[in-house]
């Protein structure tokens, strides 16, 4: 099973990006897909997360600006960005509860995207 994320690159204030990542591989089935981001010499925070179901939760510093949401026929899951700000530069990750069988799942991440918000 891999994660693939795409979408990133450099915008200036204000614009807006479209990340994607895909899961492909032997996959049963995928529970919750989450959005995390580290920007250069701080902690990895989680960013927005979506259920199977729809349920979505985000950051604080993101909401109003950033919507997840997912494919789930096509195992993708999306963050619409917008009125992004410098301090919204980070590598974003994707992360994924994959289950290959009906009873075995466990935690992917994918490589990253880098975000870069000129002002």
């Known amino acids: 099973v891999q994660l693939q994320a795409s979408g990133g690159g450099l915008v200036q204030v204000g614009g807006s990006l479209r990340l994607s990542c895909a899961a492909s591989?032997?996959?049963?089935?995928?529970?919750?897909m989450t959005w995390y981001r580290q920007a250069a010499g701080k902690q990895r925070e989680l960013v927005a997360a979506i259920t199977s179901g729809g349920s979505t939760n985000y950051a604080d510093s993101v909401k109003g600006r950033f919507t997840i949401s997912r494919d789930n026929a096509k195992n993708t899951v999306y963050l619409q960005t917008n009125s992004l700000k410098p301090e919204d530069t980070a590598v974003y990750y994707c992360?994924?509860?994959?289950?290959?069988?009906?009873?075995?799942?466990?935690?992917?991440w994918g490589k990253g995207t880098q975000v870069t918000v000129s002002s």
């Open positions: 591989g032997s996959i049963f089935s995928i529970n919750a």
């Open positions: 992360n994924a509860d994959i289950f290959v069988e009906i009873d075995y799942g466990m935690d992917y």
